[in-house]
């Protein structure tokens, strides 16, 4: 027997095991407290980031008609590129501005505004689906009450349900796809599935996380509404700021850097 024919004999033999991808598992206590340490190490660069977030903040109160105004897409604009800049710097990724990455984060971006705006439109015709289903009578009685509690947009009800079904999906709908937005900023992969398999086993950490940025903005909102004190815009400057260093840290642990091979 020649040798090739030995190998390919060896070849056949040789079972090649299926590569079994790593679940990794993040702990939101560790990445809260490594993110307060790193804000200890670079406090300046946190004021600076901090201030700078608070000044694009409280420009857009200057844009006549907000949202209505044209002048609010360049705003958004301004926005959008200076959180590209922050990941990476954050992230210690040279240039800090780029703009193939900053193209690159924006098909991510805009895959998470076409799946939150669907679901809510989704919801919005949800009510009228059983119409055209024949049960017109009986759903009648049921589609009125329901109307009157979403129309009203003060409605304690409407706003809790929404408030929970939102926050129950931000895994899929916005936890994950923001890692695959970090990714691309970077300048790694910028798919969402992808995202979706490297996070698999963490549904109730972001739920967790999700809950917890959203209700202390809720609490601080409803604080300064009750006691008309204008205090929302500083933290808003410096909660999000925090919240995105978390998350970078949360990013980490899926996203491992190779290690460089010194020649």
């Not at 406090?43 to 409280?58: C, D, G």
């Not at 929404?162 to 899929?172: A, C, D, E, R």
Request: aromatic share 20%.
């Amino acid at each position: 027997m020649t040798r090739m024919q030995k190998k390919r004999v060896n070849l056949r033999k040789t079972k090649f095991k299926p590569q079994v991808q790593e679940i990794r598992t993040f702990s939101l206590l560790s990445a809260l407290k490594s993110s307060i340490r790193f804000i200890r190490l670079f406090k300046r660069a946190f004021i600076l980031w901090s201030l700078a977030n608070f000044i694009l903040l409280y420009s857009f109160r200057f844009i006549p008609n907000g949202w209505t105004n044209s002048l609010s897409i360049l705003w958004l604009v301004t926005y959008y590129v200076f959180w590209c800049v922050f990941i990476r710097y954050i992230q210690q990724h040279q240039p800090y501005f780029s703009l193939i990455r900053i193209f690159n984060g924006l098909i991510p971006t805009s895959k998470i505004m076409f799946i939150n705006i669907s679901i809510f439109v989704f919801l919005k015709i949800l009510p009228y689906i059983p119409f055209f289903m024949g049960f017109r009578e009986k759903y009648l009685e049921y589609f009125e009450s329901y109307m009157k509690i979403i129309e009203n947009p003060n409605s304690l009800v409407s706003t809790t349900l929404f408030y929970v079904f939102m926050l129950l999906i931000s895994p899929y709908t916005i936890s994950r796809p923001l890692l695959a937005y970090i990714s691309a900023i970077i300048g790694k992969t910028r798919s969402i599935m992808d995202a979706y398999k490297r996070t698999q086993g963490n549904y109730w950490e972001f739920v967790l996380f999700g809950f917890m940025m959203s209700s202390l903005c809720i609490l601080f909102y409803y604080i300064d509404t009750i006691y008309k004190i204008d205090t929302v815009i500083y933290l808003m400057s410096v909660l999000p700021i925090y919240f995105n260093v978390v998350f970078l840290n949360i990013y980490k642990v899926f996203y491992k850097r190779k290690a460089k091979i010194k020649q």
